[in-house]
């Protein structure tokens, strides 16, 4: 194909492997590191783009070291916006996305047949604060031979030393408009404690949180679990690991052989966890299929939705709301009631123009529209009264209620989160 001929994107795709400098103010040589799957730019770059533009805003143009590619199309079509690709010489192993007109992002790309240790131990040298490496010395300094998977990797207990990596694992897996987790919140979890929702974790003994890491010494990956007070039953509470399929599996075993044999393990219940409380399978494919090839059985969750503007509140007559305070989490707890149902939903107390809203809907199978509009209607009111300007939205319920309801009120479905469930064989 033509370097020139426009390419609409229309492939299914896989999620990039992106890494960046968490503070993101460009201090060192580079801003983060890309490890695509394959030299094919046309199926590549579409998901780093929309990858990047969760964080970074709106993405409008990339220059890249055109001979790393198969082929560089003049444009690409992504996410209903067009993208201008060029290339540059200068600067080999590198891609700069550019989100204004100058105001661009220099990435590390590190070749796709690159062994996990090698691109695990690039990718943190080339986000870390203040790296003065280029691209090239980043690559030849991390170069080893080949090795298998997982070969020259090994497990260890968490330090204090770690917190870092760990905390950039985290944040490599975030949705949009999901809150950042905190060295606090980090610590919290570590320390099996939570001071707005303590209660599961008194369920629990003291977790232990374990890291692989690469012949380096650099973190590949993170997994936390902890085994019941009262009952023969075990949880992976989170695990971090950029969707690298040889580091997830690795940690699922080692969390399983650590928890021995259980009657039940869960792992990403709604229970305690670092950041969601279920696992988002759209933006994490590679530890769904871990967790299922481990022998574990998924159940829906949560929807998780989000919305960036609020709406204008209309003027239509709605039914009461009663709103009462809510201590976990801090917020408000809603109730609308009707002749045969009632709805209700949870605001969490909004903190930095965020707001986080809990959707439990009806109370039996019958439904009342009103009854929901009236809900969405007291939190957008509530939600303006404490400056929130984003908002993020769980919904569950049963019956779902109807995506409209949520699209008319400015919200959009990102993912869908998951639990899952590991029950011991029996015999005999």
């Known amino acids: 194909m033509p370097n020139h001929q426009q390419f609409i994107a229309t492939l299914v795709l896989q999620p990039a492997r992106v890494f960046l400098e968490p503070t993101l103010t460009r201090d060192g040589t580079l801003d983060g ?6 030299t094919d730019l046309n199926r590549e770059l579409p998901a780093l783009v929309s990858n990047l533009q969760d964080r970074l805003g709106p993405i409008l143009r990339v220059r890249l070291d055109v001979t790393a590619w198969d082929d560089v199309p003049a444009h690409l079509l992504i996410d209903g916006r067009f993208l201008r690709v060029s290339g540059f010489s200068a600067a080999p192993n590198t891609i700069r996305v550019i989100r204004g007109s100058h105001d661009g992002f220099m990435l590390l790309v590190i070749p796709p047949d690159t062994s996990v ?12 604060t203040g790296n003065t490496l280029t691209a090239s010395e980043i690559l030849v300094q991390c170069h080893s031979p080949a090795r298998g998977p997982g070969e020259g990797m090994r497990m260890r207990r968490y330090r204090g030393c770690d917190r870092e990596a760990v905390l ?13 987790c905190s060295p606090g919140t980090l610590d919290q979890a570590m320390a099996g404690t939570s001071p707005h929702n303590p209660a599961p974790w008194a369920e629990l003994q003291q977790p232990r949180t374990d890291v692989l890491v690469d012949p380096d010494g650099h973190v590949a990956g993170a997994v936390s679990y902890a085994v019941h007070r009262h009952h023969n039953a075990g949880q992976i509470l989170w695990l971090h690991a950029r969707e690298v399929l040889d580091v997830v ?10 928890l ?13 966890g670092l950041g969601l409380g279920a696992l988002p399978t759209g933006r994490r494919p590679v530890t769904s299929k871990a967790l299922e090839r481990a022998g574990f059985s998924g159940r829906d969750s949560w929807r998780y939705l989000r919305r960036t503007a609020p709406r204008e509140i209309d003027a239509t007559t709605y039914p009461s709301v009663e709103v009462v305070t809510s201590t976990a989490p801090p917020g408000w707890w809603l109730k609308a009631h009707g002749n045969d149902c009632s709805a209700e939903l949870v605001i969490e107390e909004p903190a ?19 009854l929901e509009r009236a809900l969405l209607r007291e939190a957008d009111t509530i939600l303006r009264e404490h400056e929130a300007s984003e908002t993020v939205l769980y919904a569950a319920g049963d019956p779902e209620p109807d995506r409209a309801l949520f ?22």
């Open 260 to 272: 021995g044999d259980r009657d039940v393990i869960d792992a990403f219940t709604t229970a305690p």
């Open 117 to 128: 240790p090698v691109a695990t131990a690039a990718m943190t040298t080339a986000a870390r």
């Open 249 to 258: 599996e690795t940690l699922v075993s080692h969390a399983l052989r650590a």
């Open 407 to 428: 699209e008319a009120a400015g919200y959009t479905e990102l993912d869908h989160l998951v639990t899952y469930t590991r029950r011991a064989t029996l015999t005999g």
């Open 33 to 38: 590191a890309w490890w695509p799957y394959s």
């Open 168 to 180: 950039a694992l985290a944040d490599a897996d975030r949705l949009p408009g999901q809150a950042a």
């Open 352 to 370: 930095n123009g965020h707001g986080v809203l809990w959707w439990f809907g009806a109370d039996t199978r019958h439904t009342d529209a009103m």
